[in-house]
């Protein structure tokens, strides 16, 4: 009985494979797991910052951001290599589409824990929208330009995901 072991791509290796390959085999295995990855990191971890910010204040906001967006990353790059090998559906290889999912769902979810470095809670609060709206537009654009998914549907479509789940998290800090 043999094991298979695979090791992870080099950045070197994922680049070529980007240069050489077609748009839909780009999509299928480079887009679409980042995008993955940055949509759940930035959207699942905005209740559980945003409640802590306001129930406990900056520094466990930042701690639970952290934890958050960690946490998912580990979930979320074991969902996407464990769900499929690749070799029926072309989406080449899981452990590099793992860590484009893990990697994608821990900046998204750290992007907007890191303004909780900052001590006033109000102004911690400012710059975390802030960064969440940019995050909000990037995924937006790489859904219209890879998804072909229209602009203003697109903006919607995460912007509206992205304000329910903070209405979610200010309601629970406020509990």
Do not use: C, K, N
């Not at 680049?15 to 050489?20: E, G, I, K, T, V």
């Not at 860590?99 to 710059?127: K, N, W």
Request: hydrophobic share 50%.
């Amino acid at each position: 009985m043999s094991t298979a072991t695979t090791t992870p791509p080099s950045t070197l290796q994922v680049l070529r494979h980007w240069r050489s390959s077609d748009e839909r085999t780009r999509l299928l295995q480079v887009v679409q797991p980042t995008l993955i990855g940055l949509i759940d990191g930035t959207i699942s971890t905005l209740a559980p910052i945003f409640a802590a910010a306001y129930a406990a204040g900056p520094r466990t906001a930042l701690l639970v951001g952290l934890a958050a967006a960690l946490g998912a990353a580990i979930s979320m790059g074991m969902s996407e290599a464990l769900s499929d090998d690749g070799a029926i559906t072309g989406r080449g290889s899981a452990v590099a589409r793992g860590l484009l999912t893990g990697g994608a769902t821990f900046v998204g979810g750290t992007a907007h824990a890191l303004p909780f470095l900052i001590g006033d809670r109000e102004t911690a609060l400012a710059v975390a929208y802030a960064v969440v709206s940019v995050e909000l537009v990037l995924i937006a654009v790489v859904r219209q330009r890879y998804l072909q998914v229209p602009w203003l549907g697109s903006l919607v479509q995460v912007t509206l995901g992205g304000i329910v789940v903070t209405v979610v998290g200010i309601l629970v800090g406020h509990a």
